[in-house]
Nanobody, 127 residues
Framework: QVQLVESGGGLVQAGGSLRLSCVVS????????MGWFRQAPGEEREFVGAISWRGGTTYEAEPVKGRFTISRANAENTVILQMNNLRTEDTAVYHC????????????????????WGQGTQVTVSF
């Protein structure tokens, strides 16, 4: 059974950095394209970034472009979200997600594209 476990969240001041990790247990990690989403209280789940199964293609949401970077280490079954220059509006629970579907068109932004989800890690950015 495939499981996704996020780590690396915490409390940071605005302008600071955090590095989130998502470890995927089970086999065939390198077949999954991976995504990061976030959800603030009272808000819908929001796309943050995605990376293809080979790692050759990445996507970032407009609010995080130039600040967040997504990468993966297939040998370690891990996907990374490096977050720099954090803002208070980045405060949310961050979830990683996995899909065997190819990332086509704009489907990488849709939560329904992903069949596997982690429990999430809290990121809080203070003034």
């Amino acid at each position: 059974q495939v499981q996704l476990v996020e780590s690396g969240g915490g409390l940071v001041q605005a302008g600071g950095s955090l590095r989130l990790s998502c470890v995927v247990s089970g086999r065939a990690f390198n077949r999954y394209s991976m995504g990061w989403f976030r959800q603030a209280p009272g808000e819908e789940r929001e796309f943050v970034g995605a990376i293809s199964w080979r790692g050759g293609t990445t996507y970032e949401a407009e609010p995080v472009k130039g600040r967040f970077t997504i990468s993966r280490a297939n040998a370690e079954n891990t996907v990374i979200l490096q977050m720099n220059n954090l803002r208070t509006e980045d405060t949310a629970v961050y979830h990683c997600a996995a899909t065997l579907l190819p990332l086509l068109g704009s489907n990488y932004q849709e939560p329904s594209t992903y069949g596997l989800w982690g429990q999430g890690t809290q990121v809080t950015v203070s003034f």
